[in-house]
């Protein structure tokens, strides 16, 4: 465990103090309000930590929720169009196609299907991050080597068991890559899908502090949306590390 | 006199007095619009070429909402813009100056949901309605609640297409909003509760930075001759004539309908009164918005609207 | 004995390139096959061909009676270059055709893999990656996911080209004795013509053309050993075939 | 040229022809304003087919543009966090605290650097997608098998050398991977980039519809920048095939 | 013949498993060494000591009396698993190490190139992924691109190990016919007695333990036959050499 720990809170550190130095140049070079001093920020951000960590829990188990959902509905449509030409023909180009259309301009569409609560939210960042996942994924599975399929089928192999021991080993590295992805983009969405009908959520957070031109809040609330990437990542090279221990 | 004045277009506002012995510069001033009513005299005086004719070079930025214009004008990307009294003070208080030269014509609805059964502004008390908090709506809700004594739930949905499907699914109670957009909704099923404009409220405002004042008087009443001369050119013509331009500029096409059943004319460009000034920094200081109270004198320059 | 596998005019091209002109074989059940040949000329192909893995263009082929159509569940596959997944330690990758097969216990399963391993004489690799394991090494766990479970045909392409002298024959007399613990038929390709002569009841010599000559091993039919003069004179016999083939192409 | 042709058109059409079917199921089921008939917004796609070629060229460049920088920026930086452990253990947490930050909330610096043109909007997408890319290629570099490094090793090859016979070639795949999940976010920019300033792109287009509550016109712009999508994604498929003859 | 490798008191371990403890050995210029030794042992590692991919935990090792620090630019490799990548034709490959040697002109790389690839009998295959390519042709490719240039230290790993007894020799002829023409000192690793007896001036046979015994070989210095009695005695010797190894560990 302290190892775990160890290789787990070192480069957060790092990442933090790089940050920090290159927010500190960028204010001293472009002496914009708009670029608030470090310190200012972290002042702002411990004297308001209570409300922030309230803001942060919010917003990560939007992120969590969507995440799962996004896993539980990407991974196995991802795979299934990498595995089978047929669905690769009729369903990745639906996804080129639907893929960049920017989810948002449906919020109204969302909010009358899941109304103005947390469903709507969580499936409007599901939405953002699933057809990004189920390309990554098919991308992988199409990375395979195909002989690994051979050695499978000289085994007489069922599908399940392809899936078992090729597949899913195959492409974890590939899924954690793209989670890494997910979460990027789920966190920066909290930007659009916390911004309506919530109080609570440090996309919110953000929002109303840039609406408000308070810059020393925003910053805040940008550290504090950081902090929770850093953590979400720190957990994923964590666990891509125990769970492909091959590599 | 103005030196480039070589205009034969509307006479009668062809008031070449121009107390000052400048002429304008002809430097770019940049001005920021919304696809809202309060733009389109601005619109119509660049596109019918009044700005030209007098001499002013006016460029427009248009802006889908008032926090990228106000993005805009802290980068000081913008001379001026189309916006309002709060903004204007929370803008100055962040050390950005800015004066507010005059108002805009401009009218905010207040609607409640088709199957709300709300006719009636007073029946909003407690009901959610949905605005963007901090500013002009908040502030005309606010003034319409103490004006019926009721209290209401903010609901915040900042985007505009947000609000209105809200509304009409039924989602939240009521809503503010301006034209075309109030018009529209109303159009499908939503009940018009009040408007600003009949109440007299008046926050909208053109305004400018402390720089263009200082530097480019002149450009500023050439501006205001031209943007009058577009008033009094809505107010003669049938908005179909120039539905082109409002296409261009991202105009509903029932805006066009609007303009032409609208009960009272433009307005040409005039003053935000003092009591209703002070109202609303008061207002706004109560929010937290800004850190101290500023006095008329200090926001206000209505110098070149007074030819 | 009884024909097992049937090749009846079987024509194989890839890629514009024909590897198998009409070539017509019987294969009898519970033999020993052991094909050898130059390099390049077929012999892996002769394998995924019987294995299922491809089809003829023309031809048909059968195993035990019935056309080969897929992969059979009782033909099991040693791979030319392993197959041995990234992701799998020697241990799980050998245990996996049984947990794949049947839902045996897991002590069983781990007996029966540990036991295998050990005859290999890799038990000290178990827990090993495969980027951790020597050439051989790898070979024979790959080998090892082979014999696991219990075929009716065997497949071998190369099994024992990483080894030295002598894992190779602690391996060839572990496969001999599988072969008569087990009703299988067995074909194998080697570049050792030794070993095509102490292995196998036949040889299959592929020439180039994918012309290929059958020749009854009778040094196999009359003694196992090595150390015989009759051994080495029926190699000396198997190559010059081989050189005849290559001169004449 | 034709057989090219034919690879590229024909997968366009299933995925336009599919999302059609979904689209007209949505709006059955659905019934709401806000989901507008196919059919309805074809004749008014078509009707209006010179206003909107000239913002799909407008917004076309601009994306054409951000991608091509990215590439240039996020390429090099990326295969070097790969490549270099010192520069994986500096970059990579910064990297991690950088990427879910909604680069949207800087676009006041954005505009104070970049002006209010094209070139802010370039950037905002830039800015947008380049980490993104970083890190799908820092971890398509790591994902070389490390044996490849040691043949070129034993050829005692130069580093530019490493470069052109293994790490660009093993990470194309990837690349083409990660560009298409680049120009799906950035075509999703769009919304943002062009809601200022600018009365050209398909963002402000479909913005702008939503504005004025104009259904139509808006998911006539949404095709827009789905055919703008899958041109992409067809186009990059096919280069795909052509760069990479051994797969 | 002056030294030319000398390996002191050289100890090598990997996941806590001694593989070379405290090992001696001088190598001459010119010769040849065939390395045998049981699979798993530590060929390969030994191999990768002396290419310096690795670095032993103790000892000092010298190539023409320079320290190994890292990888020298005249020393060639082939490896075990042959490293060929997937995104490069057989032609492609083997002209890679020319192209980045030197600025030679495209027509002569190529030439270079094709007459070396008709020389291992693969000119056919040029234009063919790895993934095309039977193993004996990989194998081929991976030779050619490991004899391209002009290494004064050539180690090769099992460099036959997927090839034909024909094919075999057709090589082990070319190998010859480079090292006579060239100066160099070649180490290979090899399970084939025959090949080591036949190629090798010295044999190195690893035992377990890292135990490392040198013989002359008496019978490459006589004759260069295989046809001769003595050759098939110095193959029976290297086998008892090596089974004695095996037994005593
Ligand atoms: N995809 C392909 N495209 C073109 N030619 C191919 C392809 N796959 C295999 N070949 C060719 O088919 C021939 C037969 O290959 P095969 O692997 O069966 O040879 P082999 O007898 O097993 O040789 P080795 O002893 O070297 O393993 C080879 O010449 C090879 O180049
Ligand atoms: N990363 C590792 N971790 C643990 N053990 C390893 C690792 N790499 C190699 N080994 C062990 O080192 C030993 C020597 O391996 P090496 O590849 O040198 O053997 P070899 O003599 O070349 O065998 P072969 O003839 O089978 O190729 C083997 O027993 C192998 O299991
Ligand atoms: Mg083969
Ligand atoms: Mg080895």
């Known amino acids: 465990m302290s190892k775990l720990k160890r290789s ?13 130095v290159i927010w500190y140049v960028l204010h001293l070079v472009i002496a914009t309000r708009t670029i608030p001093a470090p310190v200012e920020t972290f002042d702002y951000f411990f004297r308001h930590l209570n409300p922030l960590i309230i803001h942060m ?12 959902l996004a896993l539980l509905i990407g991974l196995p449509i991802g795979i299934a169009i990498g595995r089978r030409k047929v669905l690769d023909k009729l369903l990745s180009p639906l996804l080129y196609v639907i893929y960049p259309i920017p989810k948002v301009a449906f919020l109204p569409v969302f909010m009358l299907l899941f109304g103005l609560g947390n469903v709507s939210k969580v499936m409007l960042m599901l939405f953002i991050i699933v057809f990004q996942l189920m390309l990554s994924v098919r991308d992988g599975v199409k990375d395979i080597p195909p002989h690994y399929f051979k050695v499978m089928q000289s085994f007489s192999a069922k599908r399940q068991h392809q899936y078992r021991y090729v597949v899913l080993p195959a492409i974890l590295p590939r899924v954690f890559s793209s989670l890494r992805i997910s979460i990027g983009i789920s966190l920066a969405t909290l930007f659009f899908a916390e911004n309506y009908a919530t109080t609570y959520g440090v996309g919110y957070f953000i929002l109303s502090a840039w609406m408000k031109m308070n810059y020393v809040e925003m910053f805040s609330g940008i550290m504090a949306l950081s902090l929770l990437g850093s953590v979400f990542f720190g957990f994923i090279d964590v666990l891509e590390k125990k769970l492909t221990p091959w590599l | 006199a103005c030196g480039s004045n070589n205009d034969t277009s509307e006479e009668e506002n062809n008031t070449d007095d121009a107390s000052e012995n400048l002429s304008p510069t002809g430097e770019t001033i940049t001005i920021g619009t919304l696809p809202a009513e309060g733009s389109l005299p601005i619109i119509l005086a660049l596109e019918k070429g009044y700005f030209e004719d007098l001499g002013v070079n006016v460029e427009i930025k248009t802006f889908t909402s008032p926090n990228d214009r106000n993005v805009a004008l802290q980068a000081g990307e913008l001379d001026g813009t189309i916006g309002d009294v709060m903004t204007t003070a929370a803008f100055v208080d962040r050390g950005i100056a800015l004066k507010i030269t005059s108002d805009i014509n401009e009218d905010f609805k207040i609607l409640s949901s088709p199957d709300s059964g709300i006719t009636s502004m007073n029946e909003l008390a407690g009901q959610d309605v949905s605005l963007v908090p901090n ?10 609640a103490a004006e019926g004594d009721f209290t209401y739930t903010i609901v915040e949905i900042p985007s505009f297409a947000g609000r209105a499907e809200a509304l009409l699914e039924n989602q ?15 159009q499908q099923g939503a009940h018009l509760l009040g408007s600003s404009k009949e109440a007299g409220i008046k926050g909208g405002t053109l305004l400018f930075t402390e720089e263009t004042i200082t530097d480019y008087p002149a450009d500023l009443t050439a501006f205001y001759q031209a943007y009058n001369q577009a008033v009094d050119y809505m107010n003669k013509t049938d908005a179909t004539e120039y539905s082109d331009i409002l296409t261009t500029y991202q105009f509903p096409e029932a805006m066009s309908t609007y303009l032409n059943n609208k009960p009272d004319p433009y307005e040409h460009a005039g003053v935000i009164d003092e009591d209703q000034f002070n109202r609303i920094i008061e207002w706004t200081e109560s929010k937290g918005q800004i850190t101290s109270s500023y006095t008329y004198d200090q926001l206000t320059d209505f110098s070149f609207i007074n030819k | 004995m009884k024909p097992f596998i049937t090749l009846d005019n079987v024509t194989y091209q890839v890629g514009g390139h024909v590897i198998f002109d009409q070539l017509n074989m019987t294969l009898d059940e519970g033999k020993i096959y052991a094909v050898i040949g130059p390099s ?22 059968t195993i035990a009676g019935d056309e080969i159509r897929d992969v059979r569940e009782k033909t099991s596959f040693l791979f030319q270059d392993l197959g041995l997944f990234p992701w799998q330690t020697a241990a799980e990758a050998v245990a996996m055709p049984l947990k794949m097969s049947k839902d045996r216990s897991k002590t069983d399963t781990d007996e ?17 990656y495969p980027h951790q394991l020597s050439g051989g090494q790898k070979q024979r766990v790959a080998l090892a996911r082979t014999l696991i479970t219990q075929p009716d045909l065997l497949l071998m392409d190369e099994p024992t080209s990483a080894l030295d002298a002598m894992t190779k024959e602690t391996i060839q007399q572990l496969f001999l004795d599988l072969q008569s613990e087990r009703l299988m038929t067995s074909i194998f390709v080697t ?23 059958f020749l009854m091993n009778k040094e196999k039919q009359e003694s196992l050993s090595r150390e015989t003069k009759a051994f080495y004179d029926q190699c000396f016999y198997v190559r010059e075939q081989l050189k005849l083939g290559a001169s004449k192409a």
Chains 1, 4 share one sequence.
């Open chain 3, 40 to 61: 390049g000329v077929g012999k892996t192909t002769l394998l995924h061909l019987l294995a299922g893995f491809i089809k003829p263009a023309k031809g048909h082929m």
């Open chain 3, 112 to 128: 029966t893999v540990d036991h295998l391993l050990s005859s290999l004489n890799i038990l000290n690799c178990k827990n090993y």
């Open chain 3, 191 to 213: 570049h050792d013509i030794e070993e095509a002569v102490f292995l196998g009841d036949d040889i299959i010599i592929l020439h180039p053309q994918g012309h290929c000559q």
């Open chain 1, 57 to 68: 829990g919010a917003s990560l188990l939007r992120v969590l929720v969507a995440v799962i």
């Open chain 1, 8 to 20: 787990f809170h070192q480069p957060l550190l790092i990442g933090f103090v790089l940050m920090i």
């Open chain 2, 135 to 144: 500013f002009i709506l908040e502030y005309i809700m606010d003034e319409f």
């Open chain 2, 172 to 186: 939240i109670d009521g809503v503010i909003f301006t034209e075309p957009q109030a018009g529209l909704l109303v």
